[in-house]
């Protein structure tokens, strides 16, 4: 019901809604994250559904090769399975949790598995940029319009190997390697970078 | 290893908090901050935050197409998995059989603290490993046998309602591993060969408390109730 609504006339709510409500896509996802909880399989095949490509992205990225994503994938859906009890509504978006998962294995396969994660220089490019969906990110939430903000306001350098350490799965001492710098240079770039997104993310002081 | 060069000095605790969320540092420094993170609920707290800022960028993350056959992959492997609910079990109802459980299991532990000559188990030279892991107000007795894999764990009630108590090891310089849910009462994990691996004798047990299910990140979110070091029998 748009604030006039009760008076004749067109129906302009509707023309207002170019796009699918981000909350309720979040609210299905975290109910479908619950009924996972108690084993309800058809909810855990519409939340595969629902994720996998976001997942294997993420996963695919970090491992960098195909057939070890998806055994990487397979894990993190057991994972799922076994832990979605456990997610908290409130707390992390369901999406962020899972990912979070995702993030995680594929980083701790890379590392075990010895694979360096050089890349070619070109690829860099298809780290996602934020500034084109900063626009979505404002509507869809205070917290990630206020990171892509506070990422937007560091150097390009800063921004870019934060972004890298994120999207790649990197250490210091990898992203020291693949931008061929020092590790001390890459250090300062990024404790100062992480230290100027803390102060403001929360400038009213440190809650640590 | 990184140390041909100068010690740097750590940055300030938000930062290495972000550093680990990120991912950034390895080794040594890892180990130190994990510790940390079991060690101080402020520092876990931090690490949490970044964790939950960056899981913002999520987002933006290209999208990939799985094979479509993935799914069935899965669906067939769900079998012999059983989901953590978030069921709660009466406690007050089985506590007093549960403390009982540990009592004897904390004796049949101390009972064989150092048996002059073990006799070597069958089938593998290596000793039984126990520890006992000091918490709130009881110590937790551990038994781990190397000739089954497997390892015994007794406690009563560590965790409060809506919360579990989850086990790891930690080995040398290395991250804490999960190797599984404290139950409340005896709790047998048969530990994988990989798990196994990591059972030796001067690696720590500590328990942390958990949400249902168990630390989402693979690693302690929650306060640690206790630790202690594994020994041979």
């Known amino acids: 019901m748009g604030p006039e609504a009760g008076v004749t006339g067109p129906e302009e709510p509707l023309t207002l809604r170019p796009v699918p409500d981000p909350n309720a896509a979040r609210a299905h996802l975290g109910n479908l994250l619950i009924r996972t909880g108690s084993e309800d399989r058809a909810a855990f095949r519409e939340l595969y559904d629902l994720t996998s490509a976001k997942l294997f992205g993420v996963v695919h990225r970090i491992c960098g090769e195909r057939t070890a994503a998806e055994d990487v994938v397979h894990e993190v859906y057991l994972l799922i399975w076994r832990r979605a009890g456990a997610w908290e509504p409130g707390r992390a978006s369901p999406i962020s949790w899972m990912a979070t998962i995702a993030r995680n294995r594929a980083i701790d396969w890379r590392r075990a598995a010895g694979v360096r994660a050089a890349r070619p220089i070109e690829d860099a490019d298809t780290v996602p940029d934020p500034s084109p969906d900063a626009l979505t990110a404002a509507v869809a939430g205070d917290d990630r319009a206020r990171l892509l903000g506070c990422m937007e306001a560091l150097d390009p350098r800063t921004r870019d190997a934060i972004r890298t350490a994120f999207f790649d799965g990197l250490t210091y001492r990898e992203l020291a390697e693949r931008a061929g710098s020092p590790l001390a240079t890459i250090k300062s770039v990024i404790r100062r970078g992480l230290q100027r997104l803390k102060s403001c993310l929360a400038p009213e002081g440190g809650d640590l | ?233």
């Open chain 2, 1 to 233: 290893m990184t140390a041909d060069l100068p010690h740097d000095p750590a940055p300030d605790d938000e930062t290495r908090a972000a550093e680990l969320a990120l991912g950034l540092i390895e080794g040594d420094e890892r180990a130190a901050a994990l510790r940390r993170v079991l060690a101080e609920p402020a520092f876990a707290a931090a690490v949490e935050r970044w964790r939950v800022r960056f899981a913002q960028l999520f987002d933006l993350w290209p999208d990939a197409v799985p094979p479509p056959e993935l799914i069935d992959r899965i669906d067939a492997s769900l079998d012999g998995v059983v989901p953590s609910r978030g069921r709660r079990v009466p406690w007050p109802l089985i506590a007093s059989v549960m403390t009982a459980i540990a009592a004897c299991l904390l004796i049949f532990v101390a009972v064989r603290p150092d048996p002059v000559a073990p006799p070597p188990p069958p089938a593998a030279d290596a000793p039984a490993l126990v520890a006992g892991i000091a918490a709130d107000k009881q110590v937790v007795g551990a038994l781990y046998r190397p000739e089954t894999g497997s390892l015994r764990v007794a406690a009563s009630t560590l965790a409060p309602t809506g919360r579990v108590a989850q086990l790891w090891v930690i080995a040398g310089d290395a991250a804490p591993y999960p190797l599984g849910l404290l139950t409340g009462e005896t709790t047998v994990i048969r530990l994988t060969p990989a798990d196994r691996a990591r059972i030796a004798a001067g690696a720590t047990l500590a328990i942390s408390i958990e949400p249902t299910g168990g630390s989402p990140t693979g690693l302690p979110t929650g306060p640690v109730v206790g630790t202690g070091g594994l020994s041979a029998v």
